[in-house]
């Protein structure tokens, strides 16, 4: 028979993980498509570089020759930005290819253009190794929502800052150092602004909510925060607490509202993502039938992320393969597991001057210590922490995960402001 035609868009550090998975994986994809898969056709932007390939692969900086490849079935693309990479796998789906992806930041922007797109044309957008790398949350989100709601999402997306939270709290080291031996030891780009200011996290959470809600909420009002100002002095009173600092995104639609933010948050033992540690990533799903579903795995990696590509050829391809489910955009008056008409509680940690601070509403103090010039207090408060960072400009808050909670009786005094001075 003949074999599958594909094309490789980028040889990077992803493409070039294709290109070998399809090599060493080839009889597996032949027993599983009952066909070979052969890469045709290299598109890359520096031509003049020297590329381990096979004699018959052209490679290209001219993506007019990628398309004109005879019999041409599927494009992978693994270059860097919205653009070229839009552009050109809108072209390769009107010219019949089925496409897949892993650049995360074209496919937040675009993805639900692509996928119209495909979905008139009868073709199919894999986008597996845009989240999360190798781990299969975007097969497994489409495979729960063919029966459950999602309520919510809840993941550590970001494997780079994992990495430095980990080891600043194991070895006591302060962020720029533990930045520095990333980079050395490859997890971090030598411009890691994307990770460490929550940017990549926030693309990936974007495109979990796409494909969990049907939509997305506005991107400016998703709260972002990165890791960057998170000192070695606050993680060990966290940690002498029991808390570790883990870089959440989290997302929760309440009827026709989103709650979502990027930031780092505190989780204790109870929390199911505090063993994940390292690069590792793990996303926690919340639905309605199979209740939290977690799946952990490398975020991000030459062959994890190349083995997500594959891994959506063979549903491309395969006759049976998990097809789109069109995501209504309502959730039903019964699915939000939170009331938002009574008034909900939650712990957080704030940080400000050991001199004392305005404090909020329904202020409850659990823990506290004195560092030098800085108060650590843990606190119970409103949901909303805006009214003590009104009053105290440069306080530092940090959210506990998992201890929201309903206030049960105290809904009356919900608009109290108390304006008392924490005196210490
Ligand atoms: N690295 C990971 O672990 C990982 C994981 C998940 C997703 N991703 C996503 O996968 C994509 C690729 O990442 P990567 O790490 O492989 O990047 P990379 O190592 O920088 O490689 C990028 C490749 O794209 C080519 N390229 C860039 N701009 C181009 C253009 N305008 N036209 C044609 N080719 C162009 C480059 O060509 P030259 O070789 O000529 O420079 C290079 O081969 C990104 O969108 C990234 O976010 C990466």
New binding site residues.
């Given amino acids: 028979m003949a074999p599958i035609k594909a094309a490789l868009?980028?040889?990077?550090?992803?493409?070039?993980g294709v290109y070998e998975a399809l090599k060493t994986h080839r009889e597996q994809l032949q027993a599983v498509l009952g066909e070979e898969v052969v890469i045709e056709g290299i598109?890359?932007?520096?031509?003049s570089?020297k590329r381990e390939v096979d004699d018959h692969v052209l490679i290209t900086?001219d993506?007019d020759e990628i398309l004109n490849i005879d019999g041409l079935e599927v494009v992978f693309e693994?270059?860097?930005?919205e653009e070229?990479?839009f552009t050109y796998l809108s072209r390769a789906l009107d010219k019949g290819c089925h496409v897949i992806t892993?650049?995360?930041?074209?496919f937040a922007r675009h993805g639900r253009t692509l996928l119209d797109k495909a979905e008139a044309l009868d073709r199919y957008v894999g986008y597996e190794?845009?989240t999360a790398?190798g781990t299969p949350i975007i097969r497994s989100i489409s495979q729960l929502l063919q029966v459950n709601e999602i309520y919510s999402v809840e993941a550590i997306l970001n494997g780079t800052s994992n990495f430095i939270l980990t080891n600043m709290r194991e070895k006591g080291l302060p962020f720029h150092e533990v930045l520095k031996s990333a980079q050395k030891l490859g997890y971090a780009e030598a411009d890691p602004a994307s990770d460490i200011e929550g940017y990549d996290a926030f693309y990936k959470l974007m495109i979990l909510s796409e494909l969990s809600f049907g939509e997305t909420p506005k991107w400016e009002d998703v709260e972002r925060k990165g890791i960057t100002e998170v000192t070695a002095e606050q993680i060990s009173v966290f940690k002498d607490w029991g808390y570790k600092v883990k870089h959440l995104a989290r997302i929760r639609r309440d009827r026709d509202q989103f709650i979502s933010s990027v930031k780092p948050m505190l989780v204790d033992a109870d929390y199911p993502l505090y063993g994940v540690e390292d690069v590792q990533n793990a996303i926690m799903v919340e639905t309605s039938l199979a209740g939290k579903v977690t799946v952990q795995g490398a975020g991000?990696?030459?062959l994890?992320?190349a083995s997500a590509m594959v891994e959506d050829l063979t549903y491309v391809l395969q006759p049976h393969s998990l097809r789109r489910k069109k995501n209504s955009a309502s959730i039903s008056e019964e699915g939000s597991t939170e009331d938002t008409n009574s008034t909900l509680v939650g712990e957080y940690v704030v940080i400000g001057s050991s001199e004392g601070f305005h404090g909020a509403d329904e202020v409850e103090i659990l823990k506290q210590e004195v560092k030098g010039d800085l108060v650590y207090l843990l606190i119970e408060c409103q949901v909303s922490t805006a009214l003590l960072l009104e009053e105290n400009r440069d306080l530092v808050v940090y959210e506990v995960a998992g201890k929201l909670k309903k206030a049960e009786g105290r809904a009356e005094q919900k608009d109290l402001l108390l304006k008392k001075v924490i005196n210490l």
């Fill in positions: 868009l980028g040889f990077g550090t992803v493409g070039q598109l890359v932007k520096d031509g570089k900086t993506f693994a270059i860097v930005g070229p990479g892993a650049n995360k930041v074209m190794a845009t790398g991000a990696g030459k994890p992320t």
